[in-house]
């Protein structure tokens, strides 16, 4: 029975993030959890553990990089996501996704809204997103490799 639930980055996870591994066409759309690893006091690493066990990676960003995204000074950056190579397929992005708000709600309490920008070619990355609530607020940004998507998630209590 897979157990999945959301974590702080703890350096007891190092050793597992450092061995994720991703397809190269998925490598471009986002960034490996040992490059993503840096904690501030407004970047807040998340793994996504399988019976304890990292299978899934991302960022919570509550710094000014957000106000690209949103105008909400009450909404968080969602960037980075990931699942390892050897753990996808088995759901897990979706179910870490379906625990955020929980998550959110008891880690970061003054946040009330998600943000998240995807690129307009990863279509997998969309759908999962919609699959869990998150909307195409309809804004648009260019990224690194492309135009970006700009999605929205309510943390509402």
């Given at each position: 029975?897979n157990?999945?639930?959301?974590?702080?980055?703890q350096?007891?996870?190092?050793?597992?993030?450092n061995?994720?591994?991703?397809?190269?066409d998925?490598?471009?759309?986002?960034?490996?959890?040992i490059?993503?690893?840096e904690?501030?006091?407004?970047?807040?690493?998340?793994?996504i553990?399988?019976?304890?066990?990292?299978?899934?990676?991302?960022v919570?960003?509550?710094?000014?990089?957000v106000?690209?995204?949103?105008?909400?000074?009450?909404?968080m950056?969602?960037?980075?996501?990931?699942?390892?190579?050897?753990h996808?397929?088995?759901g897990?992005?979706?179910?870490?996704?379906?625990?955020?708000k929980?998550?959110?709600?008891?880690?970061?309490?003054?946040?009330?809204?998600?943000?998240?920008?995807?690129?307009k070619?990863?279509?997998?990355?969309?759908?999962?997103?919609e699959?869990?609530?998150?909307?195409?607020?309809?804004?648009?940004?260019?990224?690194?490799?492309?135009?970006?998507?700009?999605?929205?998630?309510?943390?509402?209590?």
């Amino acid at each position: 029975m897979n157990e999945i639930n959301l974590q702080l980055y703890q350096s007891e996870h190092f050793e597992s993030l450092n061995q994720f591994e991703l397809p190269e066409d998925q490598e471009q759309y986002t960034a490996l959890p040992i490059h993503s690893l840096e904690i501030t006091h407004e970047r807040h690493p998340i793994v996504i553990l399988n019976n304890n066990g990292p299978v899934g990676f991302f960022v919570l960003h509550s710094s000014d990089r957000v106000k690209e995204y949103s105008d909400n000074r009450k909404a968080m950056l969602l960037t980075a996501l990931s699942i390892n190579h050897s753990h996808q397929r088995k759901g897990f992005a979706k179910k870490g996704m379906e625990q955020i708000k929980d998550f959110v709600t008891e880690t970061f309490p003054s946040c009330n809204e998600i943000v998240l920008a995807v690129n307009k070619r990863n279509i997998a990355a969309q759908k999962l997103y919609e699959k869990v609530g998150y909307n195409d607020t309809g804004r648009r940004k260019m990224g690194r490799i492309g135009e970006q998507l700009i999605f929205s998630f309510p943390v509402t209590r």
